[in-house]
């Protein structure tokens, strides 16, 4: 396996101990907002994509496998996702057709789950 991940930069969002809350998906805009399991940790935090190609949520103990291929590199946070297999499975699906565009995998994880979105747009970051 050749992943590897790149925290982005959290402009100082306290991600520790968050857990995912809700998630929205609507005409390619995904919209997701994490909270904290400590009550001193501020408020709750909203990652926006403005447009994805792809996403998936999965619960972070079925990912055993990815776990042990990290090394112990994926914690609580944001990520860029290089040598991605996930991005690899979606531009074979979409045969290519997206070879011009810079598609991103970031890797969003919480105290439960993992959220992979494919973006070609940075997401924004704030607290709501």
């Avoid at 055993?64 to 991605?84: A, F, P, R």
């Avoid at 959220?115 to 747009?121: F, K």
């Amino acid at each position: 396996m050749n992943e590897n991940l790149k925290n982005i930069e959290n402009y100082g969002f306290f991600f520790d101990n968050r857990f995912l809350l809700d998630l929205r998906y609507s005409s390619g805009a995904l919209q997701i907002t994490l909270s904290s399991t400590e009550e001193n940790k501020g408020d709750e935090i909203q990652v926006v994509f403005d447009w994805i190609h792809s996403f998936r949520v999965t619960d972070e103990g079925d990912l055993l496998k990815l776990q042990d291929e990290l090394n112990g590199q994926m914690v609580m946070g944001i990520y860029t996702v290089k040598g991605s297999g996930y991005l690899t499975w979606f531009n074979d699906q979409s045969a290519n057709i997206h070879d011009n565009d810079e598609i991103v995998h970031y890797l969003i994880v919480t105290i439960e789950d993992v959220i992979d979105v494919l973006s070609s747009v940075n997401p924004s970051i704030s607290y709501c």
